[in-house]
């Protein structure tokens, strides 16, 4: 009578098919050379998601989910651009209280100027500084997601991102002056963010 369950595993047939392996080996037919081969390529063992394990020093660690959804948040966009704001603020803000603090408006006696309070000149000095700040984080907002875009379309990290990013914001910014303003705007902001990246990464 014939029967639906499968053979029981013979022994010897298996230690028959690891003995033909060995001797024929998967890269060459000799089995010395092509341990060394395997030893070379590395580990093939797939534990999950594909992942090709390779042969190293030390423990090899298989990132979880909720750590490449962290680190997918921060690689994002909007968190380039928004940390760009932030840090654009802040130096914008400090710049703009340097500014006001070396270049105060100071009345003329002689002319019959009235003196500035205190308060005036505080409130001149944050004026000044949340201007540059607000500026600064225009900026910094504008770069760094149009850099992210062109960066995340071509596929490819390298000088060209900043100066095609540094093109069209210098444009935008310019254009609020006319044309010519945003065509020298954009070759000026090109060619600073050109000499930026060329220096970062050759330092």
Request: include cysteine.
């Amino acid at each position: 009578m014939a029967t639906l369950l499968p053979k029981p595993i013979d022994p010897e047939e298996v230690a028959k098919r690891e003995n033909a392996a060995k001797t024929q080996g998967i890269f060459f037919p000799g089995s010395d050379l092509d341990e060394v081969a395997k030893h070379f390529i590395g580990n093939t063992h797939r534990y999950r998601e594909n992942i090709i394990i390779p042969k190293m020093y030390g423990v090899v660690q298989i990132k979880t989910n909720e750590e490449k959804l962290v680190e997918a948040a921060f690689e994002s966009c909007a968190f380039k651009s928004f940390m760009s704001c932030v840090l654009g603020y802040g130096l914008g803000a400090a710049i703009g209280l340097f500014s006001s603090s070396v270049n105060p408006s100071i009345a003329d006696p002689m002319a019959g100027e009235k003196q500035q309070t205190a308060r005036e000149i505080f409130r001149e000095m944050r004026t000044a500084t949340h201007s540059y700040g607000k500026n600064f984080a225009v900026i910094g907002a504008v770069f760094a997601a149009v850099e992210c875009v062109i960066e995340s379309k071509r596929g490819v990290s390298d000088w060209k991102n900043g100066t095609y990013a540094g093109a069209v914001t210098g444009g935008l910014i310019g254009l609020r002056a006319g044309v010519k303003a945003g065509i020298i705007g954009a070759a000026g902001f090109a060619a600073f963010s050109t000499v930026i990246d060329y220096y970062m990464r050759h330092r």
